[in-house]
């Protein structure tokens, strides 16, 4: 019995495999969709939670869902190593880490409290969603804003470093200006409302009081309004950049008279009226 | 007599299909301006109902309006639906729906209280405007700036759900960190402020105290500030490539030399002399 | 003695006109320096004088300055109808009629109390900084931001008749959810809180209380958020298709082997080292 | 000895001058990370001096520190000026001048207090950290920014102009319309709360009360939001030029049949299949 089971143990865990990590079954599909709904169920549980009325109301239905959510990821994360030849290179890849520490804190607060809410890193898990999904095209589209930002990675450091000079210049100049009684107790407070301002967020929490404090300001938040276009330069510059590349790339010529053909649909050269080959085959 | 009446029917109908769908006659233009207008004073009416002091002194004013209005629009309606073949497809189409929904509120004011405020739909009714100036010329403006933002939604989807992340992560750590005595009260209070601030609104009705808090908010503020590069640069890449297209298919060869000609004005052939002929004609 | 008075005229009329609408001379060039800087300094004096601490200690400078700057461009004006032999075509001018409603409000202010301020139209008069500095630079410039603006000018309709509806719809669902007990107190108010919160200002004055109101609150945030990817995009689309179109002019061939010269600098053709001819002359 | 030591004494200050100037070997790396850190610490202690609960327990550790870091920048500042052949040309360079006014602080609140802050202008001198990290390649990203704003400084000057004029004479419309018992108690307060607005920051400490207050202030709003797109337009536009020029010498055409090869990393033409040579070199 004990051959019995050893010889149809791969079997069992082919077909887990198929269901747990694949998404081209329907069994495979509808595991990851139940899977994602009960991260969105257990997240959304968490936040309720923290809703005082909410909670006086639903405690004992909140803590019931709260463990039966994180048992059934816990038999998932363990379904998942068993499965695998090689659990470790799982448990130490960066979807197993999540998986792993979303589970963390609900056995952790049954020791200690207050770090309960810290199940939102569930919300990474959400991630699994881009499987379900024609991933290869996100995978695409999301590396293609990772080039433009990795591309631009000088312009930007030499951007924040501005940024970062200006805000500890200014924030010393408004503590010295405007002082502990209009509400700049301190530099590092001063720093805050520095960066509360140059991003145009404006609390009002604290504001400038005096004339030449205010002048001061004025002359931050214009800097801040011309600051914000050199980011977004940067990035756009590099996206139009990629896009150029690509279209170029689809530019084709005619094999007979050498024109360049321009419309990506064209069939017969515009030129003499040869047929047009196909010869620029792009997969980006 | 019927039989009369039945025969000059269509020729009625037809001349009031002019006036009430057609734009190119004087009659035609008069009312659809007629019904702008009056969509327009509708509206006003409604909103200057809700300032007290106005309301006060015109109550019985405003309500008449309102039912001249209400009225007017209700047999602008019927009329539509008699004056068609197929009224069916007139009653369901976006228009037709969006028409009838405007009516509903004031009718419905006879029955409930509060309601009476969901005529604003009719301001979706101004889309007619679109119909009195040119078109097609709009269109294909909307149409290309609705083309830039399908082109890259595969780029937006990613960016969104980059954001609900951070604001989910960062509204649960904010909770946490500033707790209900600094009005961070709920998870999902926690979480409209992390949107107040990564959109630069900064309304400053709850905003850190502590000085941890104010650390995590000024990252979020910078990431917000860093953020909003990316859904411009993604929206004028396209609008960028869009006009490239546009302006590449507009350039031109002469067909004695083969040059490119650049200058869409040229009326000769800058290196020899050949008449152009404007052979690729683009119809956006 | 009233002949010769006649012939010298048009002689003092000629030096008139050189140093009142030149700029070429060190006399007219003077001229204007002067002018600009009386300019500035009665906008000055007018924003000092609302400076209740100010205007209680200089009241008599301040009234004494200000008739001094005022009946120095009374005469500047003057001047300029009696130089000029069209005189009207000046009158009637865009700068002519600012340079006359410039002066209007001092004098009114003899009659009439509180109009005083508005001598700040003295503003637009500081555009004649343009004919000093290089005019034909900043105007090229000038127009192909405003070249830009015009070919977007669908584009920006189409987006500002969306945010309108966006506001007017919003803000009235504000008003029915919130209520005047949250400081929703109108129509036209919740409206100006839209405005407030679409372009991320954020006072903070109004804000919403309930839940609903905060959710609803922050989709208009994320709107605005998004919606301000539009405008941007637009323009920087325009500004890269004229930067485009000016440097794709900027393009040469080679006369002898019709190489395409992409740099600008080159003097030799880098395919068969034939001298370059400057053969395209671009005045933008 | 004194000749002995004249012979000995250029060789100490060359391999001074390796520690203190140069950063290839490990001793010059070295150097520099450790004025880099002794930089940070400075600034770090006079920003938590400025902390009231810190000062009160740690003013002579800070007193202390912060003596000993201006000693030790004292040192090297005279280091430098021995090792230079002609220190003067160091002295009055950019870095030379903040290297000195970043030691001045120090030494004049032994006799004046309050100045004692402006030792954070030892941030600027932060700068070396470039030296250290591959310079050349951040130097023609800074380049090609800086190049981005020279290029539109037309552009951005008549912008500038703009905003200033609107600001003046909306500052002073508001400052008529809602008066000093609304908070716009004078035209520079309500310069003020323009800048706040247009620039999209909205602390709230001033805003309109009066319905015409508030229509005038959501123009200014839906103005300030029109208005950001034009210099990120500008900054873009230029960026996506200096990209396309980079770009455009990057593409290279086929010596046998003149065709045009847009894949940089192509070896054999696409058309003819002879071996490409690298004929452009790029050097930025």
């Known amino acids: 019995m004990e051959g019995k089971d050893y010889k149809r143990f791969p079997e069992v865990r082919r077909k887990l495999y198929v269901i747990v990590f694949g998404t081209d079954t329907p069994a495979g599909k509808f595991f ?72 963390v804190p609900t056995y952790l607060s049954l020791f200690v409290t207050g770090g309960a809410y810290l199940v939102v890193i569930r919300a990474i898990r959400l991630l699994r969603i881009f499987r379900i999904l024609k991933l290869s095209r996100y995978l695409s589209e999301a590396q293609m804003l990772g080039n433009a930002l990795v591309a631009s990675r000088y312009k930007l450091f030499v951007f924040i470093g501005t940024v970062l000079s200006v805000v500890l210049i200014m924030g010393t100049l408004m503590y010295v200006i405007e002082g502990a009684e209009n509400g700049f107790t301190s530099i590092p407070r001063s720093i805050y409302w520095c960066i509360v301002t140059i991003t145009t967020v404006g609390y009002g929490d604290i504001a400038p009081n005096t004339i030449m404090g205010q002048t001061l300001a004025s002359i931050l938040m214009l800097m801040g309004y011309a600051i914000i276009a ?35 649909e064209a069939k017969y050269c515009k030129e003499c009226g040869n047929k047009l080959i196909e010869d620029v085959e792009v997969t980006l």
Chains 1, 2, 3, 4 share one sequence.
């Open 230 to 264: 050199v980011p977004t330069g940067i990035v756009t510059g590099e996206l139009v950049k990629e896009n150029t590349k690509k279209s170029m790339m689809e530019i084709r010529s005619c094999h007979s008279c050498n024109t360049e053909i321009n419309d990506p």
């Open 32 to 103: 990851d969709i139940v899977l994602l709904w009960a991260i969105v169920g257990s997240i959304l549980i968490v936040t309720f939670e923290s809703v005082r009325e909410l909670n006086e109301r639903f405690e004992f239905a909140f803590a019931i869902f709260e463990w039966v959510f994180t048992i059934l990821f816990s038999i998932e994360y363990l379904l998942r190593i068993f499965i695998l030849k090689k659990p470790l290179k799982y448990v130490f890849s960066f979807l197993g880490i999540i998986d792993f520490l979303a589970l």
